[in-house]
């Protein structure tokens, strides 16, 4: 029992030590580095050709083209051919363009005060209200105005350097409300065989009220001056299906949200994506303003892409680059560097993997970095792991040799068995060849005795008779062996 403990002890240091760097690789949560370099500015203009025909006094076509700037806001990348997800009011204008156009050129060249809006006006002048009212539409036969109306929607990705005029994009799809999500594509192919890098969406919103969240977007057209925004917020009750969305509210009471939001949105991170803490993926878009922000679920996004007909995917950008991005987030640096120069290889203009590179080749070999240390554990001078290792081989060495320790204490001792006595004879099995040995008694020389011989001239003298021992004349005993006198 006790060598089994000992070994399983063992075992237990070995599997810890091995353990660190594959527990090192668990993919991190909370960040918002998966979505950024997919995070877009939107702007939206409507451009209108106008001709007015004057024929008041002298016949003469007056044209002017007016650009009005309507709509500007935060979209997010879903797929590698650039199509984008934002609000229906980052790309649709409400307003009548067409009435704005007809009052601004009818007062630049009558020379008359018009407020410059949507709206149909009229004016004390009987015949330039005429002709005003002739120019706004809808076209008919008697128009004084021809007016050609369209929707420019421009996007600058989040890319170093910054890209001066973006790359257009038309409206395919969008929701009822202004706050309804919009699918937008690109109105030429995007340059790259890869594409652009994308946001990964979330299967659903988290239910759990306080639940953080982080909002990325953009606040003005991106440039040296102007990077991506990220903000903190944390998911309020509520955001039922026609609520208007899903409220923010901060569980510690520290900061009023919904205004911190709305701010935000009012600013030009409408439409910007809000980003899980679980697992970096998209979970809504921003909506709202003014002292109220809140946030549309992912589920209403894929619905309107399901109408669209598009199918959200990610593309070779982001497999290399997530595949780097957690290298670095596990603080392996000297491996990192190498995956965010394969994604710019890929998409050159990736800022937030140029920023990571950056850092990467900073911190490379240095103290912090994991994949350094691992690769020098061989080194007792520069490892912070061979202590450890120390450590197990001494347990391993202490377990085992108390282990047959304690085996041989447990263990009783055999002695040695004595030796059989010789049997009494030699016993031969049947059939044995055995040899046998005689021995030859040896034979000694045989010293003769004097013979004593009596003599009548001595009759005094005795012998006894047992041993032959001259006696005294008065002995009556031999004084040798015992045995009485015969005299």
């Given at each position: 029992?006790?060598?089994?403990?000992?070994?399983?002890?063992?075992?237990?240091?070995?599997?810890?030590?091995?353990?660190?760097?594959?527990?090192?690789?668990?993919?991190?949560?909370?960040?918002?580095?998966?979505?950024?370099?997919?995070?877009?500015?939107?702007?939206?203009?409507?451009?209108?050709?106008?001709?007015?025909?004057?024929?008041?006094?002298?016949?003469?076509?007056?044209?002017?083209?007016?650009?009005?700037?309507?709509?500007?806001?935060?979209?997010?990348?879903?797929?590698?051919?650039?199509t984008i997800v934002t609000l229906r009011r980052v790309v649709d204008n409400p307003d009548d363009v067409a009435v704005l156009a007809a009052n601004k050129i009818f007062a630049e060249h009558h020379d008359v005060k018009i407020p410059q809006d949507d709206e149909k006006h009229r004016l004390s002048d009987d015949l330039l209200d005429r002709h005003l009212r002739d120019?706004?539409?809808?076209?008919?036969?008697?128009?004084?105005?021809?007016?050609?109306?369209?929707?420019?929607?421009?996007?600058?990705?989040?890319?170093?350097?910054?890209?001066?005029?973006?790359?257009?994009?038309?409206?395919?799809?969008?929701?009822?409300?202004?706050?309804?999500?919009?699918?937008?594509?690109?109105?030429?192919?995007?340059?790259?065989?890869?594409?652009?890098?994308?946001?990964?969406?979330?299967?659903?919103?988290?239910?759990?009220?306080?639940?953080?969240?982080?909002?990325?977007?953009?606040?003005?057209?991106?440039?040296?001056?102007?990077?991506?925004?990220?903000?903190?917020?944390?998911?309020?009750?509520?955001?039922?299906?026609?609520?208007?969305?899903?409220?923010?509210?901060?569980?510690?009471?520290?900061?009023?949200?919904?205004?911190?939001?709305?701010?935000?949105?009012?600013?030009?991170?409408?439409?910007?994506?809000?980003?899980?803490?679980?697992?970096?993926?998209?979970?809504?878009?921003?909506?709202?303003?003014?002292?109220?922000?809140?946030?549309?679920?992912?589920?209403?996004?894929?619905?309107?892409?399901?109408?669209?007909k598009v199918v959200p995917r990610r593309g070779a950008i982001d497999t290399a680059f997530e595949a780097a991005l957690t290298r670095y987030h596990t603080k392996y640096y000297t491996e990192a560097a190498p995956g965010f120069q394969r994604v710019l290889e890929l998409y050159p203009g990736n800022l937030v993997a140029a920023e990571l590179l950056k850092t990467s080749?900073?911190?490379?070999?240095?103290?912090?970095?994991?994949?350094?240390?691992?690769?020098?554990?061989?080194?007792?001078?520069?490892?912070?792991?061979?202590?450890?290792?120390?450590?197990?081989?001494?347990?391993?060495?202490?377990?085992?040799?108390?282990?047959?320790?304690?085996?041989?204490?447990?263990?009783?001792?055999?002695?040695?068995?004595?030796?059989?006595?010789?049997?009494?004879?030699?016993?031969?099995?049947?059939?044995?060849?055995?040899?046998?040995?005689?021995?030859?008694?040896?034979?000694?020389?045989?010293?003769?005795?004097?013979?004593?011989?009596?003599?009548?001239?001595?009759?005094?003298?005795?012998?006894?008779?047992?041993?032959?021992?001259?006696?005294?004349?008065?002995?009556?005993?031999?004084?040798?062996?015992?045995?009485?006198?015969?005299?």
């Amino acid at each position: 029992m006790a060598r089994l403990t000992a070994l399983a002890g063992g075992i237990a240091v070995a599997l810890a030590l091995t353990a660190v760097p594959v527990m090192a690789h668990e993919h991190p949560s909370g960040i918002t580095d998966l979505v950024t370099p997919a995070v877009v500015r939107v702007e939206a203009v409507s451009h209108v050709e106008i001709t007015l025909l004057d024929h008041v006094s002298v016949l003469r076509h007056v044209e002017r083209s007016y650009d009005f700037p309507f709509g500007a806001g935060t979209g997010t990348v879903v797929s590698p051919d650039g199509t984008i997800v934002t609000l229906r009011r980052v790309v649709d204008n409400p307003d009548d363009v067409a009435v704005l156009a007809a009052n601004k050129i009818f007062a630049e060249h009558h020379d008359v005060k018009i407020p410059q809006d949507d709206e149909k006006h009229r004016l004390s002048d009987d015949l330039l209200d005429r002709h005003l009212r002739d120019c706004y539409p809808p076209k008919s036969d008697t128009a004084t105005c021809i007016i050609d109306v369209t929707t420019e929607i421009t996007v600058f990705p989040n890319v170093s350097p910054p890209s001066e005029d973006g790359f257009k994009v038309k409206l395919l799809e969008a929701g009822p409300d202004p706050d309804s999500p919009a699918v937008l594509a690109p109105v030429a192919p995007v340059v790259g065989s890869v594409g652009m890098p994308t946001a990964p969406l979330a299967d659903k919103v988290p239910g759990q009220e306080g639940s953080p969240t982080s909002v990325a977007g953009f606040l003005g057209r991106p440039g040296p001056e102007v990077a991506h925004t990220v903000e903190i917020a944390h998911l309020g009750k509520g955001g039922a299906s026609g609520d208007g969305g899903r409220p923010f509210a901060d569980p510690e009471e520290k900061a009023d949200e919904p205004v911190k939001m709305g701010g935000l949105a009012d600013k030009g991170m409408a439409g910007a994506p809000v980003i899980g803490d679980k697992d970096g993926h998209v979970i809504g878009l921003l909506v709202g303003g003014g002292k109220d922000g809140r946030m549309i679920g992912v589920r209403e996004v894929t619905a309107v892409l399901a109408e669209a007909k598009v199918v959200p995917r990610r593309g070779a950008i982001d497999t290399a680059f997530e595949a780097a991005l957690t290298r670095y987030h596990t603080k392996y640096y000297t491996e990192a560097a190498p995956g965010f120069q394969r994604v710019l290889e890929l998409y050159p203009g990736n800022l937030v993997a140029a920023e990571l590179l950056k850092t990467s080749l900073a911190k490379r070999g240095g103290p912090e970095d994991q994949g350094t240390r691992k690769a020098a554990s061989t080194a007792a001078a520069s490892t912070p792991l061979w202590p450890f290792l120390v450590a197990a081989g001494i347990l391993f060495l202490v377990a085992g040799g108390g282990a047959y320790l304690l085996w041989r204490r447990r263990t009783p001792d055999l002695e040695p068995a004595p030796p059989e006595p010789p049997a009494a004879g030699p016993v031969f099995d049947d059939g044995a060849n055995q040899t046998v040995v005689v021995r030859r008694s040896q034979s000694f020389p045989v010293v003769p005795q004097e013979q004593q011989v009596m003599t009548a001239s001595d009759p005094a003298i005795k012998y006894c008779t047992s041993c032959g021992m001259r006696l005294g004349p008065a002995h009556r005993f031999c004084g040798y062996c015992g045995h009485p006198s015969e005299t």
